[in-house]
């Protein structure tokens, strides 16, 4: 439910909606969301001075039910 979410919230805020991808990976703690868009929508997701991501990663910790969740966002481009 959490990445259903997060994907909408971001895909309401980029230029490229078809390219964003939110994947989950368990961790020893909780969970970790990762986020990637297009290069030129890293911006708009980060927002100035981070606020937007700041917002994201404070609408899905409501979300979590007081569970653990870390957001990472990252362009399409970063090889992991």
Known sequence: ???EALEHLVK????HPDEVQVRARKIRTGR???????PEDLGKVIGRGGRT???LRTVVNALADGKYVRVDLVDLNEAR
């Open 1 to 3: 439910m959490l990445e």
């Open 32 to 38: 970790v969301l990762e986020v990637r868009v297009h």
């Open 53 to 55: 991501a700041k917002a």
């Open 12 to 15: 309401g805020i980029v230029e």
